[in-house]
Structures are given as structure tokens and as C-alpha cells.
């Protein structure tokens, strides 16, 4: 059994939450990555924090939860334009599962995030 068995993940769209959970759709919250979607230049997630619960530190939590992210990108084809230093991280481990995102991209996003601090 690996670390993460017991956990489901959950886009919460509205609320910008991905969400870890142990024990279904309404378990507890373990972990979650906070993102936007940003719409020009083009759509994308933005990633802005990574939270995993220090009880649940070490298990895998957060990079389940970046390969979701990446993964919900690419089934709506859209890309992702991390912000957060532990996703960006992560991309750079699994480039295959994480493609690139532009400067312009970065740069739209981080000025998205600047213009508007509630999305953070």
C-alpha cells in the first residue's frame, strides 16, 4: 500500500482548491494546492501555495497533488503556470508530466497575482 492510497483529491473550481483528502469527498482536508485561472494570454492554472498538514508531511501528499493539477491541465488543455515554489519544483523533476510554461505566461500570471493579492 503506498503512502497516498487512502487519499482522494478534489478540484474545488470556485474556491481555487485542490484538495487532499483521507476518507472521500468529505474527509479531512490533509493538503491542498491554492490556484487561479488566469485567461490572458491564454487560460491557464495558476498555482500560488502548497499546504500539506505536518502530521501528513513526508507521504507524498503535495506532489499527488501537483500531478493532479498538471493532469486537470491537460484534460481541459490548458496549460499551468506555477507560481509556487513547490510546484515549480516538482515540474522541473517531471518534465514529462509538466510541460513548460512561457515567459509571457509566467509573467501574466505574476502580474495577475500582483494586481489582485486576494487570489493568494
Known amino acids: ?23 472521500g469527498a468529505e474527509g479531512e482536508v490533509v493538503g491542498h494546492i491554492q490556484y487561479f485561472v488566469l485567461e490572458a ?21 503535495a506532489g499527488s497533488l501537483a500531478r493532479e493539477l498538471y493532469g486537470i491541465a491537460a484534460r481541459e488543455t490548458i496549460a499551468v503556470a506555477p507560481l509556487c515554489s513547490f510546484v515549480v519544483r516538482w515540474a522541473e523533476r517531471h518534465p514529462g508530466e509538466a510541460p513548460a510554461a512561457s515567459t509571457e505566461l509566467l509573467l501574466a500570471a505574476k502580474e495577475a497575482l500582483e494586481a489582485d493579492p486576494a487570489k493568494w
Do not use: N
Open 41 to 61: 494570454p491564454q487560460r491557464a492554472l495558476v498555482p500560488v501555495h502548497t499546504v500539506v498538514a505536518p502530521e501528513h508531511e513526508g507521504k507524498g501528499i
Open 1 to 23: 500500500m503506498s503512502p497516498t492510497s487512502d487519499i482522494e483529491i478534489h478540484d474545488d473550481r470556485d474556491r481555487g482548491l485542490l484538495q487532499a483528502r483521507v476518507g
